[in-house]
């Protein structure tokens, strides 16, 4: 934050002072009493399985400025204590007065897969002519966006918003909070499917980003998406449809894999650019190509936006190669979907140069009462690609390993339900030559397991 006083904090949460100075200057937000960056205000949020409030002596102890609370009706210290009703509305009411004292575009980027390695991308993208502000880590929600919000500096000259979303409603609220000037929805899948009931359920919250997209503004929706190719932003914004379709205003053509990276050729109108990714996945293009049309709708050349484009290699534990001990490791355990688990899959059959492709593979989660059907699914996936060895976590990883032995006997299965037992079996296992994807759902802690082949 900018040169924010407490006495702005009580403007914009209606909250009352208990104590200390109102001039007293607030730099940063925390939710973590454990972490200060210096001037902090202290949010303590009450949580399904504690409340924060127990750790504000800790939170001062360790550098805080301020705090809020809604616990406490006086107090007689140094430090001001600042009452409101919730703090979580609290964070979020500052949040919004903080983004109306900024000035510059926020992109808001939502959708069911691959909202991080497209946020990363479109930043990328936009770094060829801007200084760009992204989301940083996974900070994307009720919580996470007020304080993405809040450490955007005057420095930054657009920002790029990543906007999460697991219960009804969820998305409206921080769509709101951010004000965005642009919104890209990157598909409709079946994640969170379980809180949601539905895909169409799924899409119609989705489509609530609108709900915080400025007036003049500009949707940039996945045409190659069933629900999303015929949507139409709401009125008095403008639609921009990205993907291989005819109906895409910019489209990829002649999409291929070189030792699995994407090389194709972007269209917009008359312009045609070469690009070839340095990400691997065929589902990459469509990250360039709404990173693309957002560059170019902000002025900068394809051609700019692209040499960019093909610097980026990546995101943590989103599908990232190592080469370690004459193996290819690659960890792509940040999260999983179906959608997502055969995008893996195929960069994993793309290694040519592999020996034997083995597919480390865990439970995706929160899919609803179809989860079991989602994984036999994989399972017939995989009997169909050429991998070597299918070794499955968890008991939903189970249905991968069951369909794999149904339909591609030839294809070898082991399952585990723990970690240890998981590790000790692949230090005797994995050899030279091979190749090695490990994916699943980031509840399932299959990263820890990952980085035990690719770190010292």
């Known amino acids: 934050m900018v040169n924010m006083t407490v006495k702005e904090i009580l403007s914009a949460t209606g909250g009352r002072l208990l104590c200390g100075n109102e001039n007293t200057v607030l730099e940063h937000i925390s939710i973590d009493s454990r972490s200060m960056k210096g001037n902090d ?16 002596g800790q939170a001062f102890d360790n550098g805080a400025a301020a705090v809020l609370t809604s616990e406490h009706d006086a107090m007689d210290l140094a430090k001001p204590w600042i009452r409101v009703e919730d703090t979580r509305v609290a964070l979020q009411a500052i949040g919004s007065y903080y983004r109306d004292r900024l000035k510059l575009p926020l992109v808001g980027i939502t959708g069911s897969v691959g909202k991080t390695t497209t946020r990363e991308m479109v930043a990328c993208a936009l770094s060829a002519c801007y200084s760009v502000y992204k989301t940083p880590g996974n900070h994307n929600s009720q919580v996470g966006v007020p304080i993405t ?30 004000k965005i000037q642009m919104a890209v929805i990157t598909n409709i899948g079946v994640t969170h499917i379980e809180q949601l009931g539905s895909q169409e359920n799924i899409y119609r919250e989705k489509m609530t980003i609108q709900d915080g997209l400025m007036e003049g503004g500009t949707l940039f929706l996945n045409g190659d998406d069933p629900l999303l190719k015929t949507t139409k932003a709401k009125e008095g914004c ?37 690009i ?49 001990a004459g193996m290819t490791i690659i960890d792509d355990t940040y999260n999983a979907s179906p959608v ?48 070597y060895e299918v070794v499955t976590l968890g008991e939903l990883a189970g249905e991968i390993a069951r369909a794999v032995k149904e339909h591609a006997p030839h294809i070898t299965v082991k399952e585990f339900m723990e970690p240890e037992m998981l590790v000790s079996y692949l230090n005797k296992e ?19 397991v990952a980085e035990k082949f690719y770190r010292p």
Do not use: W
């Open 340 to 387: 997502s688990m055969k995008a893996g899959l195929e960069v994993l059959g793309s290694i040519t140069k592999a020996e034997r492709r083995i597919a480390v593979l865990a439970d995706m989660k929160e899919l609803g009462e179809k989860s079991p059907e989602y994984h036999y699914e994989i399972g017939e996936y995989i009997a169909e690609h050429p991998v």
């Open 430 to 448: 994995l050899r030279e030559g091979d190749c090695v994807l490990f994916k699943g759902s980031n509840s399932m802690n299959l990263g820890p």
């Open 149 to 178: 919000l809040s450490e955007i500096t005057a420095e930054d000259e657009i920002g790029v918003i990543e906007l999460g979303m697991s219960e009804p409603g969820e998305l409206t609220v921080i769509a709101r909070i951010a």
């Open 238 to 274: 403008k639609t921009i449809y990205y993907g291989t379709g005819k109906n895409c205003d910019y489209r990829a053509l002649d999409v291929h894999l070189e030792e699995g990276f994407p090389a194709f050729t972007a269209v917009f109108g008359q312009k045609r650019v070469p």
């Open 276 to 324: 070839r990714l340095a990400v691997m996945g065929s589902h990459n293009v469509l990250n360039a190509m709404v990173s693309l049309a957002v560059a170019s709708e902000c002025g900068i050349p394809m051609e700019e936006a692209a040499k960019c484009l093909q610097e980026f290699t990546g995101f943590k534990n989103r599908q990232q190669i190592y080469y370690v």
């Open 41 to 56: 205000l202290f949010v303590p949020i009450i949580g399904e399985k504690q409340d924060a409030h127990r750790f504000i």
